[in-house]
């Protein structure tokens, strides 16, 4: 890189970074990735990014920003870039094993712990990825018992970093729910599963679809449902009385997931909107329990 600055000084590689980025990103994301590098490469502040402007990086640490600098510009999200991410003011490990976790997911996470009522409630998280909602509800229900499952090797051995990373005490399995009942029973089932139709990745942000697992992503075009209907199959007999399930959702499955969850558990769900008014999350809960 150092061959196409004027000088080392960081000033110059700040303007360069931001230039280049913009061309991709724009101008408030390519400054916030800026921002984000020197921070995490140097734990610089904005306000000392000001004033180091004159001071001047060696070779090795302009190759760091090289490296960072390439892989965005392919489109690789920021997130895999640092190998982290934040998600409910924890950091987490991240890789292209799981998803980058989400905004919207924090507030299913929050949803549930006002919800619940339980001193010590058993929960199951169905396709964890890396963890964070598994880790996230241990964090602000501390008593529960938390399971997390996943089909994904390579996910749950990520989500294991975090949860030894968080000090979060979460049992992780390996279970592919399409074709195996997880074992136990609980107080409240939660999942964050596929649900894009495979028809939307024509449409879809290429740093999306270029980078995150597709395995957590889509759903074949003439089953979107496919995993909702599955876990609602067998919610009646992994809950406990009064048990209560928790879906992030595709805004516009709303309808179909209410006409599903009445006739499969013979209850009207809640549907509940995320800070941006979309409708993102649904509920409901079990009455009885069947054999």
Known sequence: MNHLLADNKVSTLRSYLHSKLSERYGDREASNIVHALFDEFHGWSRAELILRASDRLGESELLRYHFALKRMMQGEPLQYVLGFGWFMGMRFHTTPAALIPRPETEELVRLIAQENSKSQPRILDI??????????????????EVTAID?????????????????????FEACDILNTKPQGTFDIIVSNPPYIPQSEIAIMAGHVTEHEPHLALFTPDNDA???????????PSLLNNGGRIYFEIHEDQADALRSLAISLVKTTPEFHNDLQGKTRMMSCSLQTTMP
Do not use: D, P
């Open 127 to 144: 396709g964890t990825g890396s963890g964070c909602i598994a880790i996230g509800l241990k964090k602000l229900v501390q008593h529960a």
């Open 151 to 171: 089909v994904s090797l390579e996910a749950l051995e990520l989500a294991q970093i975090n949860a030894q990373s968080l000090q979060a005490e979460v049992h």
């Open 225 to 235: 449902l496919l995993f909702y209907r599955r876990i609602l199959e067998l919610s």
